[in-house]
């Protein structure tokens, strides 16, 4: 989807043509520049992953801007249209959609038509954002989504309700099986006996089918084929489809000053890994988030992510996570990791040559300040030992330590923001990168 200007003035004509009054209407945007340099050919591994495709290992120089209008329709919806555009020197010479979408949002329900970043969870401290399978790695891909915007339930005594959402994509030309659909759900139950407690427990299903392989040639894409894929009834009849899957819990405690979660992902690819087979890969994780943003330290996240099983430690085939033999580029969008950006893509394009590891995180936000000024930092820590792909392990194990600070340095009529990264691994030399950031909103 290439940026034009004819797109551009769709959206403001669409808008402005609803908006029977001036008052109705509401516009606003950012800009945002950022340069950086690294010792070595790459930036530190934590100065580019969860960067929302802005930022590839190699670029020094990268910028975004973005428009939005939001128009009240009335006292609980609104509709708002945004454009995006993005430049970073480490593609290629040219400017590509950070963001194009249509949106309707009421106080529970929430419509998206085109291309938009997602929510950002956890403060931003977290390896995978929300979950291992759907993380903040690589530029949102277009498509439609229908979501709830918060827990809906059964009535107003009621302590049981749900969160869900109904996604469907559309992938790009440039991969191994070229204009490719991806279908995601997500429906989770939600039990909150009182404002102190909730439960969370559920899970969420991707299926990639249809386009051109070019080994392959057309795969199906009749509705027949989408009922069978969104169903999962491909899986038990061979369908050349590829689907993806996890299970989540969560458990949050409200507490006076702050609050605590505790949450699982389990993921898996085929039928017997719906059975708990590859138990006990997952990301484990607990997060802490004091109530006051005036702190040194106002939230704090930890996780444990393993991956080693993939269901060889119960015998039969193993799941050789985010690969498929028909759908070569793997999990990824644009040769970036679409999940944990743990897991390693191949440098051709060709899936992904590190899914079996054992990861540790700590993210670390706060701020510091003063009578007159706000100083808010942001601190990654990881480890991670590296043993490949069950099928082609590495000879020796790699190990490798990430660190990532960001700081705030000026709040003020612009944001300035100085950020360091350093990457130490066992089989290569140590990597320092060094970054500034500038962002205004208006």
Known sequence: MNFTIKNLQFLLIFILGTAPVYSQLEFSGEVNLQGMYSTGEDLPFWMYRNSRGRISGNTNAGGWITGRAIYELNATSTLEGSVGILYQDGIADQVFLDESYLQFKNNWLEIIAGRKQQDEFYNGLSSSNENILWSLNARPIPGLQIKTRKPIF??????????????????????????????????????????????????????????????????????????????????????????????????????????LEFFYNYLFESASGILIKNIPDGRYGIFFENKERDRIVNSFIYEFTYTRNQGSYFGGAIEDYFNNGIYKSGWTYENRVLGSPFFTVSPEGDGIVNNSFVAHHIGIGGQFSDYFNVFPYSLLLSYRSNGGTLSKPY???????????????????????????????????????LGLKISKRF
């Open 395 to 433: 000879i020796s194990r790699q190990q490798a330590f990430y660190l990532y600070s960001d700081f705030g340095v000026l709040r003020n009529f612009i944001n300035l923001d100085v950020q360091a990264g350093l990457e130490l691994t066992s089989d290569a030399s140590p990597i320092l990168g």
């Open 154 to 259: 059964l009535s107003e005594r009621s302590v049981l309700g749900f969160e869900g959402s109904w996604n469907e994509y559309f992938l790009d030309a440039d991969r191994h099986v070229s204009a490719a659909k991806l279908h995601h759900k997500r429906f989770v139950l939600v039990l909150q006996p009182n404002e102190r407690w909730t439960f969370k427990a559920g899970g969420q299903h991707f299926v990639k089918w249809g386009g051109t392989s070019k080994t392959r040639g057309d795969q199906p894409e009749k509705f027949k084929d989408y009922i069978k894929n969104i169903t999962g009834l491909s899986v038990l009849s061979g369908g050349s489809s590829r689907h993806i899957g996890g299970f989540e819990a969560h458990v949050k405690r409200n507490f006076r000053d702050f609050s």
